[in-house]
Structures are given as structure tokens and as C-alpha cells.
């Protein structure tokens, strides 16, 4: 995944040891990532910001609160979707006609740069009600932006999943 703006890259075990002192956050492919740290408030702030434009259906308000090389994993396992057109794609994919969404977080857990959550998904899926649990983890930078979220989930038993969602063969 792309690093933050401010990200200096970095490598070594004296690293992993900084990285519980002196704020490094991990990413894929096992590069350590040295970053300014959000405060627990921008987080609270960017996840209240995410859930509440997206219920309100705000889409402005919700592309705004992600940072414009957003990496997403949505879900893991599926197809990789990078920037602001991904985010633009999944608004249109998540509200098209028959399709509609609210998301409800359960419980949040911050550390570091990170926000993991339990959310409850309901929606409407061609014009059929739907409930799922999903976990979601977000990286948010120190500017409050969502750089990266990872989401795991699955359909629904009897259902299956949109095509958006799966990596095609």
C-alpha cells in the first residue's frame, strides 16, 4: 500500500523495537513505515465522520474524509481498489438502483494510526433486505484521512456476493 505523504521507509529488527516506542506502523510486504501519528481524537473524529456522511448518504463529506491514494481491501481476498475512483465506484456500486446501505459500528478499538471495528451492515440488495457483520480495520493519517481499510466479510448464507466485491478469474 502507498505510505502517507509524510512516510520515510525503513528496514530492521532495531526498527520493530522503535516501532512500540516511537510510533513506526507496519505495512504489507513487510516494510516498516515510520509516520506521524494521529491522536486518538483525530480517530474518533475520522471514523464519526465516515459513519455519519455514509448514513446520511453525503457522499462529498464521505470521499473528503479519505486521503487521495487510499488503498482499499474491501473486502480481503477481493479485488484491490486504489483512490478516489475506487471510492467514487464503491458509492455508486453500494447506492445504484435497488441497493441502499447504513452501517452501524459495535465497538471500535484504537491503536496507533488504527481503528479496528466490529460494524453491523444492513441494507437492501436488489430490493431484498440484507444483515451482515463485518470487521474493518482503517489507517488514518495525522491529517485525518483514511489511507488504507482492510474489510473482511462474506455474504449472507443462501446469498451470494456482489460481483464488485470478488476477484474475477
Known amino acids: 500500500p502507498?505510505?502517507?505523504p509524510d512516510a520515510q521507509?525503513?528496514?530492521g529488527l532495531g526498527d520493530v523495537y522503535k516501532r512500540q516506542v516511537y510510533g513506526y506502523s507496519i505495512g504489507c510486504k513487510s516494510t516498516i513505515r515510520r509516520i506521524k501519528m494521529p491522536t486518538k481524537e483525530v480517530i474518533e473524529?475520522?471514523?464519526k465522520n465516515h459513519f455519519e456522511s455514509w448514513n446520511a448518504k453525503d457522499k462529498d463529506r464521505w470521499i473528503a474524509n479519505?486521503?487521495?491514494n487510499v488503498v482499499m481491501y474491501d473486502p480481503v481476498g477481493g479485488p484491490d481498489k486504489q483512490g478516489i475512483a475506487a471510492l467514487e465506484d464503491t458509492w455508486e456500486n453500494s447506492f445504484k438502483d435497488g441497493h441502499s446501505w447504513k452501517?452501524?459500528?459495535a465497538f471500535m478499538q484504537?491503536?496507533?494510526d488504527q481503528a479496528a471495528l466490529h460494524v453491523k451492515n444492513y441494507g437492501i440488495v436488489e430490493n431484498?433486505?440484507?444483515e451482515l457483520d463485518s470487521i474493518e480495520i482503517y489507517w488514518i493519517n495525522d491529517a485525518g484521512k483514511v489511507y488504507q481499510?482492510?474489510?473482511y466479510f462474506g455474504p449472507p448464507e443462501g446469498r451470494t456476493l456482489d460481483p464488485f466485491f470478488s476477484k474475477k478469474d
Open 9 to 11: 521507509e525503513s528496514r
Open 103 to 105: 452501517i452501524e459500528p
Open 45 to 47: 473524529t475520522t471514523m
Open 2 to 4: 502507498p505510505a502517507p
Open 128 to 130: 431484498e433486505p440484507i
Open 66 to 68: 479519505w486521503d487521495e
Open 149 to 151: 481499510v482492510q474489510t
Open 110 to 112: 484504537i491503536c496507533e
